[in-house]
């Protein structure tokens, strides 16, 4: 089992830059694949962005995947000697503006493209994240 702890979230104006973290217990994190998901009010959650566990993928850059919406600005990594999963957020959009959720999933851990939440097994509490125009 793993907890994880989102932070790093605030205001920001249009076209401006924010980091978020992901910070998770234990001592398994490397096997865990991350994701990162949004909430805005009225709306379902949705897929942001994931990054698989090591494998030869992660060589040629195929460990990583994004929704369309943030393809191009947002970019996740992974520091598994800090247990902690980032998500810099660059040229950001008031559409960007929702709960930002961190999530841990320890099936599919080496394929990238897996965007359900309900194929995640852990989840944050989140951290707000609001663009101004």
């Known amino acids: 089992q793993v907890q994880v702890v989102e932070s790093g979230g605030g205001l920001v104006q249009a076209g401006g830059s924010l980091r978020l973290s992901c910070a998770a217990s234990?001592?398994?994190?490397?096997?865990?694949?991350m994701g990162w998901f949004r909430q805005a009010p009225g709306k379902e959650r949705e897929f942001v962005a994931r990054?698989?566990?090591?494998?030869?993928?992660?060589?040629?850059?195929?460990?990583?995947y994004y929704s369309n919406t943030v393809r191009g600005r947002f970019t996740i990594s992974r520091d598994d000697a800090k247990n902690t999963v980032y998500l810099q957020m660059n040229s950001l959009k008031p559409e960007d503006t929702a709960v930002y959720y961190c999530?841990?999933?320890?099936?599919?851990?080496?394929?990238?493209?897996?965007?359900?939440?309900?194929?995640?097994?852990?989840w944050g509490q989140g951290t707000q994240v609001s663009v101004s125009s």
């Open positions: 999530a841990a999933d320890h099936h599919r851990t080496t394929i990238a493209a897996v965007t359900s939440p309900t194929d995640y097994d852990y």
């Open positions: 990054i698989t566990t090591w494998s030869i993928a992660t060589w040629s850059g195929r460990n990583t």
């Open positions: 234990g001592r398994t994190f490397s096997s865990y694949a």
